[in-house]
C-alpha cells in the first residue's frame, strides 16, 4: 500500500462542518496516512481567520487582549463540541497558551495556535495521532530552516506511527522556540511531510479546483490546469499566483512525488497535477519553432518598486553589474527583474520606502549621476510552453494593453516568460486585457 500526504487548507478547515468533508476524504482512501493541518480559516467573506486573529492577539500581548482571545477560544470551542471531541482537552490546551502570553511572547509562537489547536482537534476527532511539528520541523537558532534535519526527524517519527496528524506552518529550533514559514507555509510542511514519508503523491485540498490559468479573484472562471511542470509552477508563483507556497515545490520536485491540488468542496473535479519534466503542460516541452506558444497561466504581483540608476559610460565598463547587485544583497533585497539599457540599470523589486531609501544609500556610494525610483508598479507575467516563437505572444499582450490604456513601464521577455510593468491601479485590468487576447 501506498502513503498520500494531505494537506487541507484553512478554508477547507474553517469549521466543523468543513472538517467533516475534509475527514469523509480522508477514510475514503487507505492511503490517505498523514494529515497536515491548517488553523481554520474563513467561513465567510466577512469572517476572520484564526491566523490572522492570532497576530493581532500579538500585538495585544501586553495590554487587553481579552476580547480577540475570546474570540479565538470560541471557535475552537465550538469546534470541538460539534465535532464530539472531549472538552477538557481543548480548554487545557488553551489554558497553557494563555498562561504564555505577556510581552515577552513572540510572534511566531502566537502566530502558530492556530495550527496546533487545529490539529490537536482533528486528531482527537479521528482517533489518530498527534505529532507536534515542533519536534520534528527544525529551524536552526537564527530562524533558518534546516532541510536535512527535518526529513532526518519527520522520517523518524512517522516511521512509528501508522497514522497521524500534524500541524503546518511552523516547528522550532534545537531549545524548542517556535519559529513559523511564512503566510501560507502549510503548504510547505505538507511538502516535507510528503517528501520523508516518500508518498506516492501530496495531496494539496484547498478551495478551488486547481491551479487555474489566471487568479479567480481577477478573472471570472479561468480556466483549469490539468497538468503543469514544476518548472512553470514555480514560474507562476514566483510571479505571484497565491495558491501554493512557493517553498512547496522544491522538497517533493527533488524526491520526484507529485503534487495534486484539490477542491475540498468538489472532491470530484479533477484538479490540477504537478510534476517534474517532461511532459506536456512542461514550460520547456514542445520546444520546437514550429509550435506557436501557448500561455500555460498568468500570474502577478502589486506593490513593485523600479530603481533606475545611472552613468555615463557605465555600459562596457566590467563589473558595474555585479557591484550593483551586490549593494541589493547587502540590503537583503531580492531583485526580481533587471533591465539594462545604454548606461542605465532598472531594478525591480518588492517592497516599501525604508526598503527603496537603504538600497539608495548604498547605491549612492557609487556616485552615480541619477537615481530615479518609480514606486508603484505591478507586475504581469505570461509563462508558456516553449521558449520560441514569441513574437506573437509579445506582440499580443502589448497590443492588448495598448488598447486598454493602459502604459507599460518596461517589459522583459525571457525564454518561456513575459513579464510586464504597469501602474499598480492598472494590475486588475491588465490581468483581464491579457488574459482574454491569451486565451
Ligand atoms: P488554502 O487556505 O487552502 O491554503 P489559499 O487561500 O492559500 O488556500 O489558496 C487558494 C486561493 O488562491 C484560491 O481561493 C484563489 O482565490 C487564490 N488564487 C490566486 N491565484 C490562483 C490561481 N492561479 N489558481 C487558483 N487559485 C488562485
Ligand atoms: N495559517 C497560516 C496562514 O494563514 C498558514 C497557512 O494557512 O498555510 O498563513
Ligand atoms: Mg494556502
Redesign the pocket.
Known sequence: MGVRAV??????LASASQIRKCMDIVQAHPDRKYVIA?AP?KRSADDEKITDLLYQLYEQRSGDYAHTWSKICLRFTEIAEDLGVDASKVDSALGEIDSHLGPDTSVDYCASRGEYLNAMIIAAHLGWSFIDAAEVVRFSDSGEFLAEETNDLLGEALRTHDHAVIPGFYGATPSGEIKTFSR?G??VTGALVARATQASVYE?????S?????????VDN?L??PRISYTALRQ?TYL??????ENAIYPVRRANIPTH?RN?NQPQDPG?WIQGEPFAGSSLADASPATPQKMI???GRTNCLALTVRKVQWSGSLGVGAQLLNLFDEARIAVDLVVTSVDSWTFIFRGDTSTKESVMAKIGSLDPDSMEVRENLALVGVVTTGTLPRAKTTSAINQSLAEAGIDVFLDSSAESMHVVAVDSLRYEDAVRSIYSVLT
Open positions: 494537506k487541507f487548507g484553512g478554508t477547507s491548517s480559516g501560507g502549510s503548504d494539496n485540498w484547498t478551495d478551488v486547481g491551479i487555474l490559468t489566471a487568479d479567480p479573484r481577477i479561468p483549469p490546469i507562476l505571484g499566483a497565491s495558491v501554493l507556497h491540488i475540498t490540477t497561466g498568468l500570474a
